[in-house]
């Protein structure tokens, strides 16, 4: 039993708010509202804004709370974008951008919210001509993105495909020393080919060694293998291309030959 003595009390209450669990989203969400604040400053540190960029659309995507504290400092910072504030606004579209393309689906609908203020910035005026140049180009970007829905969901799939290629890689691809080029090729079908796949009969398999076409004309099967890398099979098998091959045709014609003796009339 505890006296109830004011000491006692701060004590109790104390414990009590430190192991409260919403304490802890609390200090989560100022800590992303200081982040977000920080990104869309003008004295940000640009060698940490692509991984603070990447580490305040991961926690987006966490919790909607946090989605909201981050929306809010993007308006914010479009209202601030005049004069020599011009950076707020930039980088506030870039943050725009990379919640919709990378954050989660509801930063879609929150995005959306604010279109007419998107609209405005469109048209932005400034005194400096880059300046309006990019302005401008931000804001026509996302808003085509919010325009054109089939185009935002589909940059969405493959940034999503990216994200888990990069997260989860393949494995390895390694040279496989179970292939040599002297093997025959229903030997190396047998090694790659997918369970239940069948090479191809070999032709002294077949039931006769020749195949009649429908025109009536007939022609010899080779008894090798044809695909064999080995060399066995490289032999001529066919007689007509060795006939070619023995006989190769003469190139030019003399003048004292004559067509007669050429073909041997």
């Known amino acids: 039993r505890i006296d109830f003595a004011a000491v006692n009390v701060r004590r109790v209450v104390r414990q009590v708010c430190s192991s409260n669990?919403?304490?802890f989203l609390i200090q989560w969400n100022a800590d992303v509202r200081r982040r977000a604040m920080a990104l869309t400053s003008n004295s940000r540190q640009e060698h940490l804004v692509q991984r603070?960029?990447?580490?305040?659309?991961?926690?987006?995507r966490e919790g909607s709370a946090v989605l909201v504290e981050v929306m809010d400092v993007i308006w914010t910072r479009l209202q601030e974008a005049k004069g020599m504030q011009w950076?707020?606004?930039?980088?506030?579209?870039?943050?725009?951008r990379e919640l919709l393309l990378h954050g989660p689906l509801t930063a879609v609908t929150e995005v959306s919210d604010g279109l007419n203020i998107i609209?405005?910035?469109?048209?932005?005026?400034?005194?400096?001509?880059?300046?309006?140049?990019?302005m401008r180009k931000l804001a026509e970007i996302v808003f085509e993105l919010l325009a054109d829905r089939s185009k935002l969901f589909s940059q969405r799939k493959a940034a999503i495909h990216n994200r888990k290629r990069v997260q989860n890689p393949g494995p390895l691809k390694t040279r496989s020393s179970h292939l040599k080029i002297i093997m025959r090729f229903c030997d190396i079908h047998k090694i790659v080919a997918p369970n239940?796949?069948?090479?191809?009969?070999?032709?002294?398999?077949?039931?006769?060694?020749?195949?009649?076409?429908?025109?009536?004309?007939?022609f010899a099967i080779p008894d090798s293998d044809l695909l064999d890398f080995s060399g066995a099979g490289a032999r001529d098998t066919n007689p007509i291309v060795s006939t070619v091959r023995s006989n190769p045709p003469r190139q030019s014609i003399s003048n004292n030959e004559t067509l007669l003796d050429i073909f041997d009339l």
Do not use: I, W
Request: with cysteine; charged share 20%.
């Open 87 to 96: 950076k707020h606004g930039v980088y506030a579209l870039q943050v725009l």
């Open 196 to 218: 239940g796949a069948k090479v191809a009969p070999h032709g002294a398999k077949l039931a006769s060694n020749t195949s009649q076409v429908s025109s009536g004309v007939s």
């Open 119 to 134: 609209h405005k910035m469109k048209f932005y005026e400034n005194m400096r001509t880059n300046v309006v140049l990019q």
């Open 52 to 60: 603070e960029l990447v580490r305040l659309v991961s926690d987006c």
């Open 21 to 23: 669990p919403s304490r």
